[in-house]
């Protein structure tokens, strides 16, 4: 299959991420790349922007600025030819941090949540694959799926519910910390959950950071790091690292959590203290 990886705005982190790919001069056996720019192709980028070559899936790498009419026209050309349209990343599916800068930095489908209407017509044959970055496992996996003609079945967003479906929290080696309501306040222990006082995004952020681990090794809970929710539409948060509260009780609540199932949940496991959860570092904030 021929593959065309066009960039616009972005920190070049999803071309990076891809080349950590373990089986990537394997994989690359299978595929041809029409153009990407980082990796040997077929084609230059003058080549592909003064003639049509042929494309089986687009790849799009960046936030799109609305205004850039060169990029839109290249882009056109490319996107009526492919079968497939893949968003690599935040910024090219949301928007990302670049989209902070003007109005018309968008995602190619997506304004926050909102679809539009510019693209509407390349819709159906378009995945979304969020993150910053993307794991390079997941862009492999559906490039195969698609060469291999496998359904790959989307959610409202049209990420792949394979990868997408369940939440960071999942897998989080940290939960029991979290039913426990024991929350660490130092980054990179292995003891604590991060969601009560430090802004932990997982509970409602949708990847699978914790299923496929970064290198096969680590994640960012697993490390005594904050999910950041890089995969989400409102992506960066204005306030990272800290827990928005209402009179103590976090301002934005586990995905599918009632305000008053959680409450209910809370007061009963605050009521206990199981000591192999208590590392020596956090005995005087548990007393």
């Not at 990407?36 to 899936?57: G, N, R, V």
């Not at 800068?101 to 995945?127: M, P, T, V, Y």
């Not at 827990?243 to 609540?253: D, E, F, Y």
Request: include cysteine.
């Amino acid at each position: 299959m021929k593959l065309l990886w066009l960039q616009k705005i972005t920190c070049n982190g999803n071309a990076h991420s891809f080349l950590n790919y373990p089986n990537l001069t394997e994989w690359m056996e299978d595929f041809e790349w029409v153009y990407h720019p980082l990796l040997p192709s077929t084609y230059s980028l003058k080549e592909i922007q003064s003639d049509i070559k042929e494309c089986d899936i687009l790849m799009i790498e960046g936030a799109i600025d609305r205004e850039d009419s060169l990029f839109l026209e290249l882009f056109y050309r490319y996107a009526n030819e492919a079968k497939y349209i893949l968003t690599l990343g935040t910024c090219a599916t949301f928007g990302g941090i670049f989209a902070q800068a003007k109005d018309s930095i968008k995602g190619l489908h997506f304004d926050k949540e909102n679809r539009l209407d510019e693209f509407g017509k390349f819709w159906q044959k378009s995945i979304s694959l969020p993150g910053c970055p993307l794991q390079p496992q997941v862009l492999a996996g559906v490039l195969n799926a698609i060469k291999e003609g496998i359904s790959i079945p989307l959610d409202k967003m049209h990420r792949p519910k394979y990868y997408y479906a369940y939440t960071v929290h999942n897998g989080c080696t940290r939960n029991e910390y979290f039913e426990y309501k024991i929350d660490e306040h130092r980054f990179g222990e292995l003891e604590g959950c991060m969601f009560y006082e430090h802004g932990c995004q997982g509970t409602y952020t949708h990847n699978s950071c914790n299923k496929i681990l970064w290198n096969s090794v680590n994640s960012k809970t697993r490390a005594g790091q904050p999910c950041m929710g890089c995969s989400e539409p409102n992506f960066p948060d204005d306030d990272l690292w800290r827990t928005k509260k209402n009179m103590g009780i976090p301002a934005k609540l586990p995905t599918g959590v009632p305000k008053r199932a959680y409450l209910s949940l809370a007061g009963v496991a605050k009521a206990f203290k199981i000591d192999r959860f208590y590392h020596p570092l956090m005995e005087d904030e548990s007393e």
